[in-house]
């Protein structure tokens, strides 16, 4: 079976997409928590990850003698083993059009990622007011999120961002946990695509586990000093 080792389910968007892509597509996997302790070289966190990979970071992919990590090499691997899934949309342009925006989110959105950690057992409000009011890239990130989700929504009718749920949905699932979090401003029609990826099973499945953690990392939350 395969095995896709994972941080803490409250703080790890990157972890968050592949486990949300298998879950949501129905493919068997054996989940591996590895839970943030620190980042450092002799951390139990890098030390049994580095017995995995080289790169000792969360997500990787264990299929048998194949070893796979990043999150965007990963969803790259199921789609391929997995055609049946469709995790990739089936007409060509969307497709290309998909692997274009799930590359963006790999690469970008770095101020919205920064200064908006996923949290998602938090409700921030005051903290996202803060950070709007302060941080122009913020808002810039988000306005792309606007303006990209709009077009997408628009093109393809919902209830996903391609129709139908797709690598690109599960790419942006922690983004929609970072909007509710901090209470970012956005759009009601922005507002509800979020709601939707909130109530998909594999996200809402995901969700739980992160409620059920009850686990404060203080070092991925310098905005407070407890949980809860």
Known sequence: ??????????????SMRPWVLLRQAGIAFEEVPVRFDSFDAN????????????????????????????????????????????LWP?????????????????????????HCG???????????????RDQPA???????????????????????LFGQFSIADAFYAPVCMRLATFALPVPEHITAYVQRVQQL???KAWIDGALAEQDFVPFDEPYRARRG
């Open 138 to 160: 913020v808002r810039a990130d988000v306005q792309r999120l606007v303006d990209m989700w709009s077009e997408l929504l628009d093109q393809h009718g919902g209830p996903m």
């Open 118 to 132: 996923m949290n998602i057992e938090a409700r921030l409000p005051e903290v996202g007011e803060i950070v709007w």
């Open 1 to 14: 079976m395969l095995q896709l080792y994972i941080g803490n389910k409250n703080y790890s968007s990157w």
């Open 201 to 203: 099973p594999g996200v």
């Open 90 to 114: 089936q007409d060509k342009a969307a497709r290309a059009r998909a692997r274009s925006v799930v590359a963006e989110m790999h690469s970008g959105f770095g101020a919205l990622r920064s």
């Open 43 to 86: 951390s139990q966190f890098k030390r049994q990850l580095k017995a995995v990979t080289p790169v000792a970071k969360v997500p990787v992919l264990v299929d048998g003698d194949i070893t796979v990590w990043d999150s965007l090499a990963i969803a790259e691997y199921l789609a391929e083993q997995y055609p049946d899934k469709h």
